[in-house]
């Protein structure tokens, strides 16, 4: 299970806001995608299967000013 967590912070009149967050945040390790190749080789299979990993635990700050009224 992929776990994401954020936390904002925002004033009373709502003028601008703060936020943080972190994706992936235990680091697990997960496919997105699998191509499923291994058919047998003597019957035209290549014997193989491509995975593409997905992202790392990874992490930022955003910060939003909300101009006008």
């Known amino acids: 299970i992929i776990t994401n967590a ?3 912070y925002s004033p009373e ?3 601008w806001a703060v936020k943080g967050f972190v994706n992936n945040l235990f680091d697990e390790e997960y496919r997105t ?3 499923d190749l ?3 080789p003597a019957s ?3 014997g193989m299967a491509e995975n593409f ?3 790392p635990r990874w992490w930022g700050v ?3 000013y ?3 009224d």
């Open 33 to 35: 995608m699998v191509f």
């Open 53 to 55: 990993a997905g992202n």
């Open 62 to 64: 955003s910060f939003q």
């Open 6 to 8: 954020s936390i904002t």
């Open 13 to 15: 009149s709502r003028r």
């Open 66 to 68: 909300n101009f006008g």
């Open 38 to 40: 291994a058919g047998d």
């Open 44 to 46: 035209g299979g290549f």
